[in-house]
């Protein structure tokens, strides 16, 4: 089965194009904003570090959770 990661799919600059509609570069410009909003996010709803809620998410990184965004 293929890996549909961040770190996989990075390297290949076609495929990455082809599955998000933007190049690498983009994607790293949206990178800071997506986690400041992220993280913002997080912590209004109450999610710090020391509430922990429920089943863990599956995306490890914040490239995995934008990268599955787009």
Same mark, same amino acid.
């Given at each position: !089965?293929?890996? +549909?990661? +961040?770190?996989?799919?990075?390297?290949?600059?076609?495929?990455? @194009?082809? !599955?998000?509609?933007?190049? /690498?570069?983009?994607?790293?410009?949206? /990178?800071? +904003?997506? =986690? @400041?909003? +992220?993280?913002?996010?997080?912590?209004? %709803?109450? =999610? %710090?570090?020391?509430?922990? @809620?429920? @089943?863990?998410?599956? /995306?490890?990184?914040?490239?995995?959770? /934008?990268?599955? $965004? $787009?």
């Amino acid at each position: !089965m293929a890996e +549909y990661s +961040y770190n996989a799919i990075k390297g290949k600059a076609k495929t990455f @194009r082809a !599955m998000t509609g933007i190049d /690498l570069g983009e994607f790293n410009k949206l /990178l800071p +904003y997506f =986690h @400041r909003a +992220y993280t913002a996010q997080l912590i209004v %709803d109450g =999610h %710090d570090s020391e509430t922990k @809620r429920g @089943r863990p998410g599956n /995306l490890a990184t914040i490239e995995d959770k /934008l990268f599955s $965004i $787009i």
